[in-house]
């Protein structure tokens, strides 16, 4: 058991909707970052969360964006589907405290945008 | 961070140990390197990390040279639930609240064979 949970585990989406994926971190995990693995392709950063302020994001356009909630729970949401925005969402949680030592990653949302 | 370079894939016999190596020729004195491996369908899982020490855990030994321009990751008994890709990582230590995501690489698939 990771700790951390994804939901939905699948999804097929519309080209131009919008879809909305969701994280459950282990309890005191503080910071939460959200990864896009494209089929065959390590992970790429999207951003990441600390105390409920993104403090970091990557090269992803403003129509991902995210939220980070009390409970240690997040979510990834992305605007306007792109055929491209096909991939696994991997979502990872850390204690500021236990960083340094790796990062849990749950097992991903497989999105489908078609 | 650092650009790690790894060979895209290995076998290694069931039993036998793996020996999985990455070059970061231009890490810089304050990178650690970690080592990631992301089973089938799931999300990566932390394996080790080291500085200038080698290390050992109940997963695997990290060998570092003396320049720290290389290292290698050691399976000392690889089983069939060790097929993997595994990636290697250079990153500074990261402050509570600063972001420091994991720039993944395309890592070493590894296939222990029966």
């Known amino acids: 058991e990771t700790g951390v949970t994804q939901s939905p585990t699948h999804l097929i989406k519309t080209r131009g909707q919008q879809v909305t994926l969701r994280c459950s971190s282990q309890?005191?995990?503080?910071?939460v970052s959200w990864y896009q693995q494209a089929l065959g392709q390590g992970p790429q950063f999207i951003f990441q969360?600390?105390?409920?302020?993104?403090?970091g994001r990557g090269n992803f356009p403003p129509r991902f964006s995210g939220l980070q909630f009390p409970n240690y729970s997040s979510e990834l949401n992305v605007n306007a589907l792109e055929l491209d925005d096909s991939a696994l969402y991997l979502c990872a949680s850390s204690s500021g405290r236990i960083a340094n030592y790796g990062y849990t990653f749950g097992s991903g949302t497989r999105l489908t945008v078609v | 961070d650092a650009k790690t370079t790894q060979p895209p894939s290995m076998d290694c016999a069931e039993g036998r140990a793996a020996n999985l190596p990455c070059n970061h020729s231009t890490i810089s004195g304050n990178e650690y390197v970690y080592w990631y491996r992301q089973i089938h369908s799931q999300g990566p899982q932390y394996i080790i990390h080291?500085?200038?020490n080698n290390e050992t855990n109940e997963m695997a030994s990290l060998i570092i040279t003396e320049d720290r321009k290389s290292s290698t990751l050691i399976l000392p008994h690889a089983t069939l639930r060790d097929t993997a890709v595994y990636y290697c990582i250079a990153r500074g230590l990261q402050n509570s609240g600063s972001a420091r995501q994991l720039t993944f690489g395309s890592g070493t698939q590894l296939t222990v064979l029966p």
């Open positions: 080291g500085l200038k």
């Open positions: 309890s005191g995990h503080n910071t």
């Open positions: 969360y600390y105390r409920e302020e993104e403090n």
